[in-house]
């Protein structure tokens, strides 16, 4: 949902899964149309400018994930294919979403956890962990909650009518499109500069990164 719900919030997005892509599906492959060659745009490249989705990280093989290491790095693909030598840009903000392996252990590292390498890892600006703890308090909640939406969805739509009338006068919740066209507006108005607390956290988490690569490594 959350990979869903970023892509609808870009004016550009592209959501594709893990499981079954290739390394052509993502940057680009060759392809023959009336006897000639040509170069057919993966889910990178068609994102340029926008939002990739990949979702199922942890299923691509090794390799394919490797190919887009570039792709991340220097926002462009080096094509050769065919005969065809270019150079293609994928200037897309990846949002990647991965299973652990098995139960998370906060006690080894991410890519322990995930599978996935140390270089890949760096590549991605923030790694959030969502963690599903147990807490028997917050699953009755949430079980509730569920029923609810399935059982009593005309009473909720009364209830949701009822707060609405009760608002303040001007305050209005944002449409998605509007939503969308704010986003869009602050990251071509603004451009944001790093503090230096900042630069520390950057730097002591690229440290971190880069040691428990090498612990994997080994």
């Known amino acids: 949902q959350f990979l869903k719900f970023a892509a ?37 490249v068609l994102a340029d400018g926008g939002l990739c989705c990949i979702d199922e990280f942890d299923s691509m093989r090794e390799h394919d994930r490797t190919t887009i290491h570039e792709a991340m790095e220097q926002q462009t693909i080096s094509v050769a294919k065919a005969g065809l030598v270019t150079t293609l840009s994928t200037r897309t903000t990846v949002f990647g979403a991965t299973n652990p392996k098995g139960q998370y252990d906060s006690n080894e590292s991410l890519s322990v956890n995930t599978t996935l390498s140390g270089p890949l890892l760096s590549r991605f600006d923030i790694v959030l962990v969502l963690l599903d703890k147990k807490n028997p308090k917050l699953d009755g909640i949430i079980s509730s909650h569920i029923l609810a939406q399935s059982t009593k969805a005309e009473e909720n739509k009364a209830s949701d009518a009822a707060v609405k009338s009760t608002q303040p006068l001007g305050i209005k919740e944002w449409t998605l499109p509007c939503l969308r066209r704010y986003i869009h507006y602050v990251k071509q108005r603004f451009k944001p500069v790093l503090t230096k607390e900042a630069e520390s956290v950057i730097s002591g988490y690229y440290q971190l990164q880069r040691r428990d690569g090498t612990h994997n490594a080994g």
């Open 8 to 44: 609808k919030l870009s004016n550009r997005s592209v959501i594709t899964t893990g499981l079954g892509s290739t390394s052509a599906g993502l940057t680009v492959t060759a392809v023959k149309d009336g006897g000639e060659w040509m170069l057919e745009a993966g889910a990178l």
